[in-house]
Each structure stands twice: as structure tokens, then as C-alpha cells.
Nanobody
Framework: QGQLVESGGGLVQPGGSLRLSCAASGSFFRFYGMGWYRQAPGKQRELVAGISSGGSTNYADSVKGRFTISRDNAKKMVYLQMNSLKPEDTAVYYC????????WGQGTQVTVSS
């Protein structure tokens, strides 16, 4: 899969929005399902949203209707648009294969707080 580099995290107030980006370097990016995962302190990493090579999407129940995953195969990019953010969305967000294949980026911190 190559390297994965996440960006776009930050501090946002409840109800706000952020857009995360993931840049991939693998030659066969377009053939892989990709996902956004998150890990909050003291919790296991969990799938937030996944997108197949064909564009089908899957979301965790906790983010349905608020988050949107998308991909641009030509640019080897995966995005996560996060709207109506809640404090419980606070976590380090990671980009990875979907299903997971053991390759992760460095993560980007998202903090939702007033």
C-alpha cells in the first residue's frame, strides 16, 4: 500500500466541521478499500468509515449522517468530511486499508471541545 499521511485535524467547537485528508503513495491504491479509523484514549481503534475500491461506503452508527468518506483515485487521496462534531468524536484519526492490513499513517488529532 505504501505510505499513508493524514492531515486536517485540529481543535473545533461542538457542532463544527473538519475535513481530514489522507495521501497514499502506493501504486495500486485504486484497487484497495480504504478507511478512516479512530482511537480515543483508553479505547481500542475503531472503524469510522470505509470506502471500497468501487466507491461503496460503510459508516459506524455513531457517525452516520454526520461524516462522509470519499476518495480520489487519480490523486491517491481519501477524505473524511466531518460535520456536527461532538465531544465524543475526540480521538486520533488514522487512515488505513479497509479491511485493515496492518499499515497505518501517523494519525491526526481531532479535539472537539468548547
Amino acid at each position: 500500500q505504501g505510505q499513508l499521511v493524514e492531515s486536517g485535524g485540529g481543535l473545533v467547537q461542538p457542532g463544527g466541521s473538519l475535513r481530514l485528508s489522507c495521501a497514499a503513495s502506493g501504486s495500486f491504491f485504486r484497487f484497495y478499500g480504504m478507511g478512516w479509523y479512530r482511537q480515543a484514549p483508553g479505547k481500542q481503534r475503531e472503524l469510522v468509515a470505509g470506502i471500497s475500491s468501487g466507491g461503496s461506503t460503510n459508516y459506524a452508527d455513531s457517525v452516520k449522517g454526520r461524516f462522509t468518506i470519499s476518495r480520489d483515485n487519480a490523486k491517491k487521496m481519501v477524505y473524511l468530511q466531518m460535520n456536527s462534531l461532538k465531544p465524543e468524536d475526540t480521538a486520533v484519526y488514522y487512515c488505513g486499508n479497509w479491511p485493515p492490513a496492518g499499515s497505518w499513517g501517523q494519525g491526526t488529532q481531532v479535539t472537539v471541545s468548547s
